[in-house]
Every structure is written in structure tokens, then in C-alpha cells.
């Protein structure tokens, strides 16, 4: 629709329509603006200058001087403006759309890990039922290996001062139990290797876990797979394994025992002969 400019006191009239819609528009589109970076919602600030940028059309259209019409260039562009904002608030729905059936993907593929056990590349370790199970790679042979193990509060509950030293993998088992035999509750513990060469400098080792994956959660974040007390990505899972052959090499903590006992007996017999 447009509207005819018929004197000079109307174009004035128009003129100053025109400013104050555009004030109006740039102060909405900046309130909109301020709105939006506290939301932090992309879609939204999208979606708010979209609203803006065609009221501020619709109103040049409705006050343009037919005589004088908007310049075509400017109009253009104004036009192609117009379309990419649309095309990004429809790509956006579509990004949120995928994410949404990409993470119900996962919740599906997540299901089949319980009851399975899995490792991941990391230090925490679950504790589960009474036993955990652990293996730690050298890159190098080293002289000296220590393994430790340590509670939520940072005390270490086991070591294992003769761990192998040699380059490779090395698969160990824990049963629970502290340096004094008594058994610790399950939950979530963390390991620590200390390995050190000939030349008393570090070798680094990478640790990997198993646990056996007891549940899943999935949020904006993802999905997530619970082993125990201890919560890891689905993403970070490097395979699935038969629980069955993590029997370890050794005991990564050391546990003493002592024990007594008494008999006494006593016996007799007769005999006869000839």
C-alpha cells in the first residue's frame, strides 16, 4: 500500500511519520537486542530482528513518495537482508531439529550398553561390587613403577610399589580393600602411576578403566553412561569387553593377613602277637 504525497506540509507530515517509526524500530530492535544477549538464545535474537526489519519495510513501503519511490538498489538489497535473516531462523529450526533426533539416536544406542562392561581412557575408577579392574600403558621401559589409589578425598587407600616397570600394557585388578586389609565401600576412586626411568626422570603413562554400565542419562549435553558412582560420555567408551577376562596380573594394593591356629591330639593303641 502506498500513500500519496500531495503538498509540501504533507511531506513533512510523512517525513516526520517516517522518522519516528524508524526511531520506534531502531529502539525496539535494540531493547530486542539487549533482550536477547541476556537469553542468550540465538533463535530468538534471529527471530526479534527479523520482526523489526520488516516493520521497518512495511512502513518505508506505506510512506514512500510515489513520484519519488525508494531507490531499487536500496530496495533490493533491503529484500536480500530480508530473506537470508528468514533463511537463517528456518536452518536454525532445522539444526535444533537434527540435534533433537541425533541425541534420541543416542538414548536408543545407550540402552544396549547396560550390563555390558566398557573402558574409557581415564584416571577415575569405579569400584564396583567389591572390585575394580585397571590397566596402565608405559611408552618406555622405566626403572621404578608405583601404583596408587586414592578415595574421593584425595587419601591414598592403596599401593602397589612393584608394579612392572617394563614398556607395554599392563592389566591390574583391585579388590577394594586399604593398605590394612579392610574393605571400602564402592564408589568412585582415582588412580595415580608414577613411573620414573634410570635417569630418575618421569614416564608418562596412560590409564585406562572398565566398569560395567549400570544406567543412562541424557540431556543438552548428551548421553552419558553411568558405571557405578563414576558418570562418563558415550563418546569417550573405546570398547566393550568380556568381563570375564579382566583377571589383572597383580593386585595394585597391597593387603596383609595374619592368622593362628592350635590342635592337639592324642592317641593310643594295643597289640598282640605271637
Avoid at 13 to 26: D, F, G, K, R
Avoid at 103 to 108: E, M, T, Y
Avoid at 116 to 139: C, E, I, K, R, W
Avoid at 229 to 255: E, F, N
Wanted: aromatic share 4%; charged share 10%; with cysteine.
Amino acid at each position: 500500500m502506498t500513500t500519496a504525497v500531495g503538498s509540501t506540509g504533507s511531506n513533512a507530515s510523512v517525513i516526520n511519520t517516517i522518522n519516528q517509526q524508524n526511531a520506534a524500530s531502531q529502539s525496539t530492535m535494540a531493547s530486542q537486542s539487549s533482550t536477547s544477549a541476556k537469553a542468550k538464545d540465538p533463535k530468538a535474537q534471529l527471530t526479534g530482528d527479523f520482526n523489526t526489519f520488516l516493520t521497518m519495510l512495511t512502513t518505508q513501503l506505506q510512506h514512500q513518495d510515489p513520484l519519488s519511490p525508494m531507490d531499487s538498489t536500496q530496495f533490493t538489497n533491503q529484500l536480500v537482508s530480508f530473506s537470508q535473516v528468514e533463511q537463517q531462523i528456518n536452518i536454525n529450526s532445522n539444526l535444533q531439529t537434527l540435534i533433537g533426533l541425533q541425541n534420541n539416536n543416542q538414548q536408543a544406542a545407550a540402552i544396549g550398553y547396560i550390563g555390558q562392561t566398557v573402558s574409557t581412557t581415564g584416571t577415575d575408577l569405579p569400584l564396583q561390587g567389591g572390585a575394580s579392574f585397571f590397566s596402565y600403558t608405559l611408552p618406555s621401559a622405566a626403572k621404578t613403577c608405583t601404583v596408587s589409589i586414592k578415595d574421593s578425598s584425595g587419601n591414598v587407600v592403596a599401593t602397589n610399589s612393584g608394579a612392572d616397570p617394563t614398556a607395554g600394557t599392563h592389566k591390574l585388578a583391585w579388590d577394594g580393600t586399604d593398605s590394612s586389609g579392610k574393605q571400602l565401600p564402592d564408589g568412585k576412586y582415582s588412580i595415580v602411576v608414577t613411573a620414573t626411568d634410570a635417569q630418575s626422570n618421569p614416564v608418562a603413562a596412560t590409564t585406562t578403566v572398565f566398569g560395567q554400565v549400570t544406567g543412562i542419562t541424557s540431556d543438552a549435553n548428551g548421553t552419558e553412561l553411568a558405571l557405578g558412582a563414576l558418570t562418563i560420555p558415550l563418546s569417550s567408551v573405546s570398547a566393550v569387553v568380556d568381563r570375564t577376562t579382566l583377571t589383572g596380573t597383580g593386585s595394585s594394593g597391597s593387603t596383609t593377613g595374619s592368622g593362628t591356629g592350635t590342635g592337639t591330639g592324642t592317641g593310643t593303641g594295643t597289640g598282640t602277637g605271637a
